[in-house]
Nanobody
Framework: QVQLVESGGGLVQAGGSLRLSCAAS????????VGWFRQAPGKEREFVAV????????DYRDSVKGRFTISRDNAKSTVYLQMNSLKPEDTAVYYC?????????????????????WGQGTQVTVSS
């Protein structure tokens, strides 16, 4: 079992920055895929970013490329999402998710259904 706790959300003006944290406990996630997803009101949960393994592949949805950066600190069992140049359309509840075992692009690391472990979410609100 893996427990995930997100933090770092808040209210920020357009153009500002936030850093989200996803702290893992229980079984280590050092070499597991960890993804960030978000869900806005009335919309489906969507993929934001993933780190496939420690030192391995990262990927982002097109609309956040160049603005968001995902990273890991294995010593702290924490995955971060640095979000810069925030836009009002980035407003959502952000969730981190993890799974055990390999998960690649063709096995769907961008699909929420591939992740059994989820945090409770943290609200990000970007004002215009």
């Amino acid at each position: 079992q893996v427990q995930l706790v997100e933090s770092g959300g808040g209210l920020v003006q357009a153009g500002g920055s936030l850093r989200l944290s996803c702290a893992a406990s229980g079984r280590t996630t050092d070499n597991y895929p960890v993804g960030w997803f978000r869900q806005a009101p009335g919309k489906e949960r969507e993929f934001v970013a993933v780190t496939v393994s420690s030192g391995g592949t990262t990927d982002y949805r097109d609309s956040v490329k160049g603005r968001f950066t995902i990273s890991r600190d294995n010593a702290k069992s924490t995955v971060y999402l640095q979000m810069n140049s925030l836009k009002p359309e980035d407003t959502a509840v952000y969730y981190c998710a993890a799974r055990e075992g390999y998960l690649g692009y063709y096995s769907g690391y961008f699909r929420p259904s591939q992740y059994p472990y989820w945090g409770q979410g943290t609200q990000v609100t970007v004002s215009s």
